[in-house]
Each structure stands twice: as C-alpha cells, then as structure tokens.
C-alpha cells in the first residue's frame, strides 16, 4: 500500500476526504493548507497541485490525486467499497458514481455560488448568488425527497455522499437567504 497524504483545509469540501479517509481506516498523513492565508497559492503547494485548490493526495512519493470525486472513487476502490455501495450490480454501482460525481460537479458549485460567488466573477457577485440560490432551491426538495425514503443516500447504509451531501446543504445553511425548516429529513441526516 503506497503512503497516503491529505492535503486539505478542515472546512473547505477536503473535510470530505478527510471523513473518508477516517472511514476507510487506511494510513495516511495530513498537512492543513490555510486557504483563508492563501497557502494553497504558495511555490511549494503549487508544485502539489498546480491550480491552487484543496483537496490533493499525495499517493506514494510521486503521485498526485486532484478533486474530490476522484480521490473519493479511488480510496473506496483501495478500501474494498468501505465509502460507496459495494455490490456487484453494476447499475447500483453507476448510480452511486452518477451521484457523487452531481455533488462534485453540480450540488458543491451550487452551493460555493451561494457562499463565494466571488470565485465566479470579478464582477457584481449579485447574480452568481442569486443564480446558486435558484439552483439550491431545486436541489433542497430533490435531496429531502430522496432522504424521506431512507436513513441514508444510498438506502439502509451510510455512504461518503451522505457526508458529501450534509456538508454542502449544511453549508448553504450558513447563509442569511438559506432556511432549511421546510425540509424535515434534510435536518433528520444531520443530526
């Protein structure tokens, strides 16, 4: 097993990976990047990952994973399915992908309009935020609807998209224009 190291800030999405990596049980080492100080900019963290972003896994000496999804996909597969559904059904298997890859690509940018609508304009960040909140005002009754059926994301057992997910909404929450009370079994997961 090559020697894991997170690279991370604990509440930026990284606290993601950070949870899977706990989950897994696996090995590693991490160093916190201070993307408030704007260490993710620094010489020697862009010889890391060369767009400045957290998180990043250094695997083994030479070998560097970038963006949530594909380090989620890659220590679930190194765990024998310890974060995603492990079943031989491959459609149950897509689905799980399908929907990790919506939080990475859809629900996560969603929510960061909301929150840091600067990272999408040089502009008046106005319409970027309005434009997340329209966004999330869809994805909120989606995501409750999905949860009232079960416990979890993906059905009677905890996944890292339950993590993935509650980290986002919980998020948006943290904003002013945000109200989650009309959605009872998105409060339920959280708690």
Known sequence: MPHLKLFHYPLACSFVTLVALEETGLDYNDQ???????????????KIHPHGKVPALMVGEETVLVENAAILIYLNNISNDKLLPGTSESMIRAQALSDLIW???????????????????????????QDGLLKSESFFPFINDRLAANEW??????????TYINWCVMLANTDENVSLAAFPNILRHHE
Not at 108 to 126: E, G, L, V, W, Y
């Open 103 to 129: 939080c990475s690509s859809t629900l996560h940018p969603a929510i960061r309009q909301i929150k840091m609508p600067i990272r999408f304009t040089a502009q008046d960040t106005q319409g970027v935020k």
């Open 153 to 162: 994301w993906c059905g009677e057992n905890w996944s890292i998209l339950d």
């Open 32 to 46: 916190a990047i201070n993307i408030l100080k704007g260490e993710q900019n620094s010489p020697e963290y862009l």
